[in-house]
């Protein structure tokens, strides 16, 4: 077995560690809806990039049916933006704020290059890493966005 497909092993038994423990129960309905929305998004991204030759995915779970990396785009990056979205403290300041962002941006960022430098789960083409992080930023923010408003409509309904 490559490194690879350790690492991909590592990050999807890591990540169903995460779920149970991170994801409160009472919040599983926002969970599930901001997970489906994330993979919704990252995976139609990730085709793109794929189909534009911005990146390549040379190691992956379903080399005939995708080039795009099913673990990152379907189980890991969605994670991350549902875990993002729960625990935004969007009642604390800008600054506590920031950094929030700047945290998980530094994350990713680390994750992103790790796996670009020494692996081939992710080759950058005609695209690079702070391009990358820009996008994911604005994917977590959006999707943040999204559930605030769709659970804020519910509850104006039931009010």
């Known amino acids: 077995m490559t490194m690879e497909r350790v690492i991909l092993i590592i990050v999807w038994i890591v990540c169903l560690i995460i779920i149970p423990i991170k994801i409160p129960k009472h919040r599983t309905r ?8 994330t993979q919704m998004i990252t ?17 992956r779970e379903f080399p005939i049916a995708s080039g795009s990396n099913f673990t990152n785009n379907y189980l890991f990056f969605p994670l991350v933006s549902t875990l993002f979205a729960l625990y935004y403290p969007s009642q604390n300041s800008g600054v506590i704020r920031f950094f929030y962002h700047l945290r998980v ?3 990713l960022a680390i994750y992103l290059m ?27 923010n959006a999707v943040r966005r999204y559930a605030e408003w769709f659970f804020q409509r519910k509850i104006q309904k039931e009010g």
């Open 30 to 37: 926002e969970a599930v809806l901001i997970f489906l929305f």
């Open 43 to 59: 995976w139609i991204m990730s085709l793109l990039l794929v189909e534009w030759q911005a990146i390549e995915n040379p190691v």
């Open 105 to 107: 941006v530094i994350f």
């Open 114 to 140: 790790l796996i670009s430098s020494y692996t081939e789960i992710l080759r950058y083409v005609h695209f690079n890493i702070v391009l990358h992080i820009v996008l994911l930023w604005l994917v977590l």
